[in-house]
């Protein structure tokens, strides 16, 4: 008798968990279709950024929806004209990332070189999210100008952020203030890592300076004067393959001075970048009749004692819109603002992919 009660509370049991698991089936599979159908979501929104990131423009792409009942899914053809300039294996090889990123897979791609045409089939296990056609049309155009991107004041310090710089993914000029405790040691660490050095000479301003510098080029100094500061700029940076002005609103509108400065570069073959600290500043003008190799600062990047990160990305906004309009253009950071550094570090890869090439402060001069 005891026996057949146990049996009769196992089966008791056995039923209720039969009829818990039937109850819940449902409840699992609608659970395992949501995921699937989130997967193929977010492996179609990857790929989309990962177009937009590299400029491809939406009346570039022809697009075609097939539903595949068996996976509850949409399958997304999808024909693109690229630009004709933008590299296939590079733009191949950023869509993989965004797809594995997204918890995707590449099912097949085929680059074929001779048609200049990649052909990708994207999702997860065999299932397939988007098939990718992607041809190059010499028509459309990727770049988009170039810009130099230099940062000011190095030399006083020699912490974390010059370590930052150091390890910087894309080009930029390093612009060190002569006669200062780290500016040798930054210089030729700098240009041991392949970096374009200038030498960011202290001259006179109008208001007084925060600080005393060891090296000044004043209002009224000679010409004799102007090349022992320039020999003892060079000599502390003999890397460097130009100049630019630290401060400067006073020097910079003197144009007897300015003058006997571009002689002096002149002769010493090095370049002059303007960062136009006063808006009558006769620099260009008089380098350019000198035949100095001269440009000047379109844009500061963080101008302010107290900057965000909104004001530096509207700045980075303006210098793209000025390299598009007129195919070049200079920003300048300062090495004391660490924000500066966090955002170029992660904004300029994007910049880049969007068609525009960054280049050193030289290559980029009037002459």
């Not at 991107?149 to 390093?174: A, H, M, Q, R, V």
């Amino acid at each position: 008798m005891k026996r057949l009660k146990l049996t009769i509370v196992f089966l008791f049991i056995f039923f209720i968990i039969l009829i818990i698991k039937n109850l819940l089936a449902p409840l699992g599979l609608k659970n395992s279709e949501e995921r699937k159908i989130n997967l193929a979501l977010s492996i179609d929104n990857a790929v989309e950024d990962c177009l937009k990131e590299y400029g491809i423009q939406e009346k570039w792409i022809r697009r075609n929806t097939i539903q595949d009942r068996n996976n509850n899914i949409e399958k997304n053809i999808k024909s693109i004209r690229i630009p004709g300039d933008l590299s296939i294996p590079v733009l191949n090889l950023a869509i993989t990332k965004a797809v594995i990123g997204s918890g995707g897979r590449i099912i097949e791609g085929n680059e074929i070189t001779r048609r200049n045409m990649l052909i990708i089939t994207v999702g997860y296990d065999n299932v397939v999210v988007d098939s990718l056609r992607l041809t190059k049309d010499k028509k459309l155009t990727h770049k988009k100008g170039k810009i130099a991107i230099i940062i000011d004041d190095f030399g006083s310090d020699n912490g974390k952020i010059i370590e930052e710089y150091l390890k910087f993914p894309e080009i930029i000029t390093f612009s060190i203030i002569p006669g200062n405790k780290y500016s040798k040691e930054i210089g030729e660490s700098a240009s041991k890592e392949g970096y374009e050095v200038m030498v960011h000479l202290p001259m006179e301003s109008k208001t007084p300076p925060k600080r005393n510098e060891k090296i000044l080029l004043k209002d009224k100094m000679s010409r004799k004067d102007i090349e022992k500061i320039i020999d003892m700029s060079i000599n502390e940076l003999p890397m460097a393959k130009g100049l630019s002005n630290h401060m400067g609103s006073k020097a910079t509108e003197n144009a007897t001075l300015m003058k006997d400065l571009a002689e002096v570069l002149r002769r010493k073959k090095l370049y002059f970048v303007d960062s136009f600290t006063s808006p009558q500043s006769k620099a260009f003008e008089v380098f350019d009749k000198s035949k100095v190799r001269v440009s000047k600062r379109d844009v500061f990047l963080d101008n302010k004692e107290e900057v965000e990160e909104e004001f530096i990305l509207a700045r980075l906004d303006e210098l793209m819109k000025i390299a598009s309009e007129k195919g070049k253009v200079i920003g300048i950071g300062h090495a004391t603002k660490e924000i500066t550094c966090e955002v170029l570090r992660r904004e300029m890869p994007k910049i880049y992919k969007k068609g525009y090439e960054f280049i050193f402060a030289s290559e980029i001069l009037e002459k």
